[in-house]
């Protein structure tokens, strides 16, 4: 017997007591391993990362939640040779193996980075500014995010067993709530090889990750309103999930990536000889055979101006005729087998139903060349391309063959092609192939509604694109309707989906306390010793120090233009600046103003202070004209430092005010500063 998968089940590898059900090679058909859930107590997978797993993360901020999981995809990336070839069991070639295990990894590294650049050091992430409440500004709210103390549950596709869970798992984890990882078992004993590799490298917290290897039977039944599900897999199961009475009651999040009959479309601009043309048909053909079309976000139906359908049928046949198919790693392979003998007679009767209003215009399901292995034993099957010219035919808007089969369908214009697109009821991803940013403007306005991405091609993008069927960690992978309603990735997005966001009303001492972030009321805090004086470990919020005033001269004002050129005439027409409503006469340079305001804060000696980085939120709210005094109120705000650095970030609200005392000039100033004094030498 073979090997029989283990889960990971509160900080111990549990093995079944029976025999479990057979894996088989998607190559050859022989047996790969055996899995099986017997035994598996999930209520106490559920406890065992409530109060071991949630407590441990709360520990950390964001920042070294972030290290953690960078310094997990360096390691796991050191060893994936191991990955790949039991990969190729699945019937992934190597390219296949590299979009799902290296985009696995590169997903962690991806919110490992971004967490560090736009998360605080912190547990608490602060959405939006703070919203005065009250005329004194004694009464004040915030919004706020904090990790929902429960667990993710991730349900995932047999597709890609590396990138599905860790798309799932990085996000969760940046917010500190802990993941029970549950795979698809035809391809499970790829995910559970990478996951006993993460618990060996002992880089995440106990309790921050499980694995549930075979039937998740009986999980929704312990989970509560602090928890969440994610789900990859058909719609009907996504139905039956999301009806169930515990998701429903407790109000459980749900999140679905469900069926999707994705489309890319040729626009009426493109000629056959064009580059367009070219990149459409390449396009078409990679999604059609990249993970042999088992993606969720693969072409499944290619929308072309009907005089130019006969010209995309061939151009795409005679690219598919150089498609060899095979097993993976053998000489000359581009496209390998699908996931299983099953996976493959699924999609041959979906191919069928399609065929009631479609033709086939390349490929044979029945028979199939296969290099290096055995089209009996393995789950090989032939690319299929289908041409539909009946245009009330709905097979090709309901049914979805999730392997290497695509429909052409022909349109009149662009408002017939956001028609027939959207009889799909909602979708992943479509692409649009056109050079004109009119038709791109006028499609994307009709498609956006019924697609979670979209991506517009042209020999322009061509060569930096990352295709149409490729989710990236930064943007959103998901979709309406028939695609499940949901939502993954999309950079902090989902993080955030993690948290509780929660209004926060008090004084601004409360809020400054609770966010780590002064709110403007809030108590200041002014010595004689300069806030630049003091390293990141004395900094206080609200430390703060008043400079001035500093009358602005009309010399000051003439040598500003001359010297930097800026000789707009607010600045130098008398005339002309008087008849202006906003300025009624000669006024200082916005940038003068805050170039005089910083002359009245800085402290010029070595320090603690390393550089300044930058002004956020820059707003000119009252003109400064000659023989005004300006004082600057410039005061600690945020203090964050870098985990992985001998300094820290530290954010000053700086507030620039006239001899009347309205403020002329408001802005953030950013400076870097060293964690101790010592570190400055």
Not at 304 to 324: F, G, I, M
Request: charged share 20%.
């Amino acid at each position: 017997m073979s090997l029989l998968l283990q889960s990971y089940v509160q900080g111990r590898w549990h093995t079944a007591p029976d025999e479990g059900t057979p894996l088989l090679s998607a190559v050859d058909g022989s047996e790969v391993a055996r899995i099986s859930s017997t035994g598996v107590d999930v209520a106490g997978m559920i406890d065992y990362a409530r109060t071991v797993g949630a407590p441990a993360l709360a520990q950390l901020t964001f920042h070294e939640r972030a290290l953690a999981l960078k310094s997990l995809a360096l390691t796991l990336m050191a060893g994936k040779e191991e990955f790949y070839t039991l990969s190729a069991v699945t019937g992934a070639t190597r390219k296949d193996s590299a979009v799902d295990i290296d985009g696995g990894f590169g997903t962690l590294l991806s919110y490992a980075s971004k967490a560090r650049r736009e998360l605080p050091n912190d547990t608490v992430y602060l959405d939006g500014a703070p919203e005065q409440l009250g005329k004194r500004g004694t009464f004040v709210g915030q919004h706020v995010y904090t990790a929902r103390r429960g667990v993710a549950v991730q349900i995932n596709a047999f597709n890609f067993p590396v990138w599905g869970f860790l798309e799932k798992l990085a996000p969760a984890f940046i917010a500190g709530v802990p993941s029970i990882v549950k795979p698809a078992s035809q391809t499970a004993y790829l995910t559970e090889l990478v996951f006993r590799r993460i618990i060996e490298s002992g880089l995440l917290p106990e309790g921050s990750v499980q694995l549930l290897c075979g039937s998740a039977h009986g999980i929704l039944d312990h989970l509560s309103g602090q928890d969440s599900v994610a789900f990859t897999g058909s719609a009907d199961t996504a139905a039956v999930l999301r009806a169930h009475p515990n998701v429903v009651s407790e109000g459980i999040r749900f999140n679905a990536e469900a069926d999707s009959l994705n489309a890319s479309i040729l626009g009426t601009d493109v000629s056959a000889d064009s580059e367009e043309f070219g990149l459409f048909v390449e396009q078409l053909v990679t999604e059609m055979t990249v993970k042999a079309g088992q993606k969720c976000t693969a072409i499944r139906r290619a929308f072309v101006p009907e005089q130019l359908v006969d010209q995309v049928v061939a151009a795409t046949s005679a690219r598919l005729r150089d498609v060899v198919v095979g097993a993976p790693g053998a000489e000359g392979v581009t496209m390998g087998a699908l996931a299983s003998i099953e996976q493959r007679d699924e999609v041959l009767k979906s191919l069928r139903a399609l065929t009631e209003s479609a033709r086939i215009v390349h490929g044979d399901p029945d028979e199939v060349e296969v290099v290096g292995g055995d089209s009996a034993a393995g789950a090989f099957m032939s690319p299929i391309l289908l041409r539909c010219d009946d245009r009330d035919a709905t097979e090709p808007h309901e049914v979805e063959a999730f392997g290497p089969v695509s429909t052409i369908l022909g349109y009149r214009d662009n408002t017939d092609v956001i028609e027939l697109v959207a009889r799909g009821k909602g979708s992943l991803v479509a692409s649009l192939v056109t050079a004109d940013s009119a038709i791109a403007r006028e499609l994307v306005l009709g498609l956006a509604p019924y697609h979670g991405r979209l991506l517009i091609l042209d020999r322009h993008d061509a060569r930096e694109s990352t295709g149409h069927g490729s989710p990236l960690p930064v943007l959103v992978h998901g979709g309406p309707g028939r695609a499940g309603g949901g939502e993954e990735l999309g950079g902090i997005r989902g993080v955030l989906h993690h948290m509780q966001r929660t209004a926060i009303q008090g004084t601004p001492n409360v809020l400054t306390a609770v966010g780590q972030r002064w709110v403007v009321g809030a108590d200041r805090s002014q010595s004689d010793r300069h806030p630049f004086r003091k390293n990141l470990s004395e900094l206080a919020l609200g430390d703060a120090i008043v400079g001035g005033p500093r009358r602005v001269t009309r010399s000051d004002i003439d040598h500003f233009a001359e010297f930097t050129g800026d000789t707009f005439y607010a600045h130098t027409d008398p005339e002309a600046a008087e008849a202006n409503p906003l300025f009624g006469g000669i006024v200082a340079h916005g940038y003068l103003v805050v170039s005089l305001a910083a002359g009245l804060f800085v402290d010029p000696a070595p320090g603690p202070v390393l550089a300044n980085f930058g002004v956020d939120n820059l707003r000119f709210l009252t003109p400064v004209k000659a023989d005004d005094e300006l004082t600057v109120t410039l005061t600690a705000k945020q203090v964050t430092p870098r985990a992985s650095a001998d300094y820290g970030e530290v954010r000053w609200d700086a507030v620039v005010a006239n001899q009347d005392g309205d403020a002329v000039a408001t802005y953030d100033v950013l400076t870097l500063v060293a964690k101790s004094t010592g570190e400055t030498r």
